[in-house]
């Protein structure tokens, strides 16, 4: 995500390195780079041209004091900017109502059925709502059944008529059945086309009129990039949208959905999404996304990641056990399982402070951790309650067990007793505190 725009900022920022102070003549040539990568990232030209003009007249008028360079204090003037271009702060959903109803809209292939089932996850687990889905897409084969699937892998209840053409009617008994039965709130999925027309704009609009939502989210796909932006243009013409979704995150984006969307129809960006997990989904916030672009990493959202896998009394139960020197192969299995519905796993090392440039160009599969589990499953529960009686009989049984060699058992030993012997190192020098840190797993 914004790999090749975050290359070409640092880049620019280059260009000062060495420069006593901040001019006219030195800062011409990076403010000219910087506006070639927003629009290599298909940002728009007159934004990507509004956005270096603020950035030249605040350079210029910084004055660079003598611990700070100009090279960083432009890193600062842009990351201040890019913050403002995508809305300054987050925007949280409007859950007013009684049930709160949201309505889902974008074209087909965006990713809005599954989205409408991450969302559903979401209020549920992080924000404690009791939400129901309604299938009113009537139109594209199996989207019906898709959202049936997906309810039931998030444990939400799927309202849906098959069978009826009407998605108007569908979208009011679905708000019918949540008073009915509890439900305070109601997430609508409706049509998308492949491409925008107006009986597809006036249904999803007839559907506004009847349920009188609270909120209306726009679900954009960010590879599209500029068309992105055009299509949000035209559906909030029609719709008057409350939020912008981006999904496909994590793909070969370029960033320029999300640098230009909220410059384009001044309505903020709620939530990006990544991948098909149902935990893949997180809310918008500016200021990390504008460091994650520069390279900065984003350790806020790695840590909050890693509470939402992580309870006080698994916390707790690792402390005590690393205090103890007991932790085991049984505790490490259950945190690779933990690190695994965090999200990609790429994403999570590049949120880290420092280490998003080492991994750009590496290749880290969803099955980095495949080859480790398999050692671990070949161990009898004995031994993997303790580690310390694997001798070579036991080693030669657990390597063939698990189609490896007794070289690749040997380094996974090795790593794993330096990994126990530095948590119980932090521990020592942190207590609890350092433990909580600790908790995502290595």
Do not use: C, W
């Given at each position: 995500m914004f790999e090749s725009l975050s290359t070409r900022l640092e880049t620019a920022f280059k260009q000062l390195k060495g420069e006593g102070r901040i001019s006219d003549i030195n800062i011409a040539s990076t403010i000219k780079e910087i506006r070639r990568a927003l629009v290599d990232a298909d940002v728009n030209y007159k934004i990507?041209?509004?956005?270096?003009?603020?950035?030249?007249?605040?350079?210029?008028?910084?004055?660079?004091?003598?611990?700070?360079?100009p090279g960083q204090l432009m890193v600062k003037i842009v990351k201040d900017e890019l913050v403002r271009l995508m809305g300054g702060s987050a925007s949280g959903l409007d859950l007013s109502g009684r049930p709160s109803v949201i309505l889902v809209a974008?074209?087909?292939?965006?990713?809005?059925?599954?989205?409408c089932?991450?969302?559903?996850?979401?209020?549920?687990?992080?924000?404690?709502?009791?939400?129901?889905?309604?299938?009113?897409?009537?139109?594209?084969?199996?989207?019906?059944?898709?959202?049936?699937?997906?309810?039931?892998?998030?444990?939400?209840?799927v309202y849906s008529e098959p069978g009826s053409a009407?998605?108007?009617?569908?979208?009011?008994?679905?708000?019918?059945?949540?008073?009915?039965?509890g439900y305070n709130t109601v997430i609508i999925d409706t049509a998308g086309r492949l491409a925008i027309d107006e009986a597809m704009m006036q249904e999803v609009a007839d559907i506004r009129t009847a349920v009188q939502p609270q909120e209306i989210l726009f679900v954009v796909?960010?590879?599209?990039?500029?068309?992105?932006?055009?299509?949000?243009?035209?559906?909030?013409?029609?719709?008057?949208?409350?939020?912008?979704?981006?999904?496909?995150?994590?793909?070969?984006?370029?960033?320029?959905?999300?640098?230009?969307?909220?410059?384009?129809?001044?309505?903020?960006?709620?939530?990006?999404?990544?991948?098909?997990?149902?935990?893949?989904?997180?809310?918008?916030?500016?200021?990390?996304?504008?460091?994650?672009?520069?390279?900065?990493?984003?350790?806020?959202?790695?840590v909050e990641k890693a509470q939402q896998q992580f309870s006080e009394q698994q916390v707790s139960r690792l402390e005590k056990k690393i205090r103890k020197n007991q932790f085991d192969f049984e505790d490490f299995r259950e945190?690779?399982?933990?690190?695994?519905?965090?999200g990609n796993l790429k994403d999570l090392v590049g949120m880290i402070p420092g280490l998003g440039k080492q991994v750009k160009d590496l290749d880290i599969s969803e099955d980095a951790f495949k080859g480790v589990e398999a050692l671990i499953c070949s161990m009898t529960p004995l031994e993997r309650r303790n580690p310390d009686i694997l001798d070579n009989p036991r080693k030669r049984r657990i390597a063939a067990g698990s189609g490896k060699d007794i070289l690749e058992l040997n380094q996974f030993l090795k790593q794993f007793e330096q990994m126990r012997q530095m948590m119980k190192t932090m521990n020592k020098m942190g207590g609890a505190k350092s433990l909580k840190g600790l908790s995502i797993p290595r």
């Open positions: 990507a041209k509004a956005f270096t003009d603020a950035v030249r007249e605040k350079a210029l008028g910084e004055k660079v004091i003598n611990a700070v360079s974008g074209l087909q292939g965006s990713g809005k059925t599954t989205f089932g991450k969302l559903a996850l979401f209020l549920r687990n992080r924000q404690g709502r009791l939400p129901l889905l309604v299938a009113a897409d009537i139109y594209r084969p199996a989207a019906i059944e898709q959202l049936i699937i997906l309810g039931q892998q998030v444990e939400v209840p009407d998605a108007v009617a569908i979208a009011v008994h679905g708000i019918q059945e949540a008073k009915a039965k796909d960010s590879m599209t990039g500029q068309d992105a932006v055009n299509t949000a243009k035209t559906f909030h013409e029609k719709l008057r949208f409350t939020g912008v979704v981006l999904t496909k995150m994590d793909g070969d984006s370029r960033g320029g959905a999300a640098l230009s969307i909220r410059y384009t129809v001044d309505e903020p960006i709620k939530f990006v999404s990544m991948g098909e997990k149902p935990e893949s989904m997180d809310i918008f916030y500016p200021e990390r996304m504008a460091q994650r672009i520069l390279g900065m990493g984003d350790i806020t959202t790695l945190q690779l399982a933990m690190v695994r519905k965090m």
